[in-house]
């Protein structure tokens, strides 16, 4: 970023990239936990809550871009809470609209989206201070990267809590399922798991780099 | 007991569907804030009672949104009073409290954005929960929430001092053991059943 002369982020795909990976919002960030572990008992489930969220980050996002000259700075977390708040109502009404069989799925959670660190976070650090074009971009990247992480839990939940994916049978008719994946202690297993390979992952990457580096990396 | 009775309620608030380990709600303070007894304790307190003052508040605008038949201003003017609430409540416990406005410090604010507090307003709306009710709901959500932060802080400080391999330090050792803890609640689901 150092290549670029104003303060006013330009949009690259690393806009979009950073919400997918490096700052990824719930396995680097771990924000908004309440809905991931929550929602994440079959696929279907994971990514409609994905998608919920998407539309309410980057609408908000986009929104808050556009006022944030016109916002006081003492209200501004308020104005945030009702903007959000006025987009999860419209979400949930076309959800009930859409399927009540997977609005009653959901349940509180389709509501409870306002509460979600992950998009107050958003408006507050970064559409509160960029341009439309890039606030809209980057909110699509950590809405991606939210949905990708609910789908991680939800495949891997339903697989081994119930033999399917998205409903349809995987394993022969011999497999056990493991029913407790399904049940609250299978979220915080699943994530709990997800969340040792990504650390795994990133220490085996930093030792080779440490070595070379020689002794300037200590262990953390 | 009947389902619909006070210490039902109550008790299926607090244990049975802990808003923590078995409804997801306020995970953020229950990995945040259970690093120390101390804190978690008072992190408990402060949610408790925000959670009583906020379920009234929303009992009263519940009944005023249906008298004018604009319930799809619900989500809205809950997250309003809630956040009115806390302020409410860290201004009061400034006047007349001072020294435990100080134990309490960040914590008072940040109750805001936590989950338990907007879920427990939506839940006693859909089970259409009376005066009594409401309050019995509240407070056994608060008793959970409480004894959930404070279950989870007596391990971590164990746990500190243990030696684990290095990849599952922080995080994710958080998950499993709320996992473990989750586990041991469910044991509670045979005293009454589940209607979350």
Known sequence: MATLPNRQEQVTLDTFLRGIWEENPVFVMLLGMCPVLAVTNSTINAIAMGLATLFVLVASGALVSLLRKLIPKQVRIATYIIIIATFVTMVDYVIQAISLDLYNALGAFIQLIVVNCVILGRAEAYASKQRVGPAVVNALGMGTGFTIALLCLGTVRELLGNGTILGIQVFSSNFEPWVVMVLPPGGFFVLGAWLLLFEWLKQRKAEPAGAAEGATVHES | ?196
């Open chain 2, 1 to 196: 007991m009947s389902p619909d009775s006070l210490g039902f309620i109550f008790l299926n608030a607090a244990v049975i569907n802990n808003f923590v380990l078995a409804l997801f709600l306020g995970i953020c303070p229950f990995l945040g804030v259970s690093a120390k007894k101390e804190t978690a304790w008072n992190m408990g307190l402060a949610t408790m009672f925000v959670m009583l003052v906020s379920s009234l508040c929303a009992y009263g605008i519940n009944l005023l949104l249906v008298r004018f038949d604009i319930q799809y201003l619900r989500l809205i003017s809950y997250i309003a009073v809630i956040a009115s609430a806390v302020q409410l409540v860290e201004m009061a416990m400034k006047k007349f409290s001072p020294a435990l406005f100080r134990a309490l410090g960040i914590f008072l604010p940040l109750i805001t954005t936590n989950c338990a507090i907007l879920g427990l307003a939506l839940f006693q709306t859909f089970r259409e929960y009376d005066f009594l009710q409401s309050l019995a709901f509240s407070s056994g959500a608060g008793v959970g929430f409480t004894l959930a932060l404070m279950l989870m802080a007596g391990l971590r400080e164990r746990l500190a001092l243990a030696r684990v391999p290095s990849v599952s330090q922080g995080a994710a050792m958080s998950l499993m053991l709320a996992g473990l803890l989750s586990l041991a609640f469910m044991g509670f689901a045979g005293l009454g059943g589940s209607h979350a």
